[in-house]
């Protein structure tokens, strides 16, 4: 009796360790199907922001060029899409374009969602996005500073805040920042 329990409690754990859940809007809690960008948001939807440069504070503060490109799309309905470009093959704004059409291209045929990043929400000059991170089967939020045609991120993520704009999420320590660049919105939303 004991060994058929202890079975049954050794094949639950397993089969719970190699569960992987299928992640919906509704798990989100940046999640809000009513949400609007407002039009004088300092965030622009009319293009992709690409990460140019990154400073910390280490040995006095040093500023180095990015040496993975990230590629962020926002959408004026609270989604984030992502591509990451590491051997900045991508260079014009019509790249961006086709890039981002061949990836939706690529996960409509597999049928995954390869460039959905998450949600965002903003208040004032402030903005967190959270996503889900595969591995830690948790919840991570980027909090970014918004400025005209640039967004700052102050931390590179944390599992705190659970999407709590506060002040304390905004360092003085590492700072990374990407430069705005208007494309033709050719592409829609890919429906996941």
């Known amino acids: 009796m004991i060994k058929s329990?202890?079975?049954?409690?050794l094949v639950t754990v397993f089969i719970s360790c190699g569960y992987r859940k299928h992640m919906t809007k509704a798990d989100y809690s940046l999640y809000n199907p009513d949400f609007e960008l407002v039009n004088t948001s300092p965030l622009r939807t009319d293009g992709v922001y690409v990460l140019v440069k990154?400073?910390?504070?280490?040995?006095?503060?040093?500023?180095r060029v990015a040496t993975e490109r990230k590629i962020y799309k926002f959408y004026p309905g609270g989604q984030v899409n992502l591509i990451l470009d590491p051997e900045h093959k991508l260079t014009t704004c019509?790249?961006?374009?086709?890039a981002f059409n061949e990836r939706i291209e690529e996960s409509k045929k597999k049928g995954s969602a390869t460039l959905f990043e998450g949600y965002y929400?903003?208040?004032n000059d402030k903005m967190v996005l959270q996503r889900w991170v595969t591995p830690r089967k948790q919840f991570s939020y980027d909090?970014?500073?918004?400025?005209?045609?640039?967004i700052i991120i102050g931390i590179s993520s944390t599992i705190n805040g659970k999407g709590?704009?506060?002040?304390?999420?905004?360092?003085?320590?590492?700072k990374a920042y990407y430069s705005f660049i208007p494309?033709?919105?050719n592409y829609s939303i890919p429906n996941w």
């Open 5 to 9: 329990i202890f079975t049954l409690l």
């Open 54 to 63: 990154i400073w910390t504070n280490q040995n006095g503060g040093t500023e």
């Open 94 to 98: 019509e790249a961006y374009v086709q």
């Open 121 to 123: 929400k903003i208040e």
């Open 143 to 150: 909090y970014f500073l918004l400025e005209k045609d640039d």
């Open 164 to 174: 709590q704009i506060a002040a304390k999420y905004f360092t003085e320590y590492y």
């Open 183 to 185: 494309t033709e919105d």
